[in-house]
């Protein structure tokens, strides 16, 4: 029996890459199943299967160093542009996670990285290549946290401020501000995002000063050979608890920073997401950023005022 030729044997290889990406790239389960239609159609979609991975048991880690063992030496730097790694380990398996992984765009880490042995966590962080974007979520900031977790070529920094015991807040400003402070010297950052929960002890408003400094330019008071980071373009809070506590944190610090105007403006409230590490998934899976809200915020604020001063 003589069979047709296929639709696609005249296609150049061009076009054909990109109807498969595109199919690939809208449906996972689709993506999947064309790997199994031929061996050069999986050539074509596996890059668009590993541009997202997302590690949160250490089964899949480990599953997923396998994987690599059976690709050309440097697929990993080449197709994986967003990894978040939520599982707590083998330590030395993340490590090598990170390692095949070194031009990852978007970073999320949801495993602890202070307190361990090299080579791991913050070394191992700060020698990837080129991340924008970085999450330090959960686990992460378990020990607490500092500029020595963020990459230096990362622009968009999330932090989970959780509960480290070091925390106390003397005349009500944030003692970890020495951290957030620390994030002047940085040589990239143009958005920060810190998921806090408020308590009576730590409230809401006691972010405001360190961030002020952080969205307000140099005063030149810092030493000539140590340069400064322009102000931020947004500093988001993305506050914790429950509802009710939620909307009144939120309400405090957006009319908190109303109240001071100018770069005070750049501050914005928001209630957090149920799951940080979701939203993460779900923005570089092509969903709407973790930062589109708060920026049109920011957007009207600074319109409103342009439009005062007219």
Known sequence: MDFAPSVFAKLPNEVLHEVFGHAAAQDMHAAIALTLVASWVRHLVEPVLYNTVVLSSARSVHSFLDALSHKPENFGNENVKHLGIFAQGPTDAIDKVLDACRAVDSLACGFPLLGHPNPYGTHTVQTLECPKEQHLLGMATRDGWDIGMVGPTVTHLRVYLGTPKRLTVPQGELI????????????SLTHLALVYKPTKTRPITSLVPAL???????????????????????ALVQVLGTQAAQASAVDALNQAVLAEGGDALRIVAERAPSSAACQWEDSVRGGKSVWDKAEEVVHHRLAAVQRTAC
């Open 176 to 187: 970890d501000a020495a951290s957030l402070d620390s994030l002047s010297y940085h040589p």
């Open 212 to 234: 002020k400094r952080l969205v307000s330019p140099s005063d030149g008071s810092a030493s000539p050979d140590v340069p400064q980071r322009p102000k931020l373009a947004l």
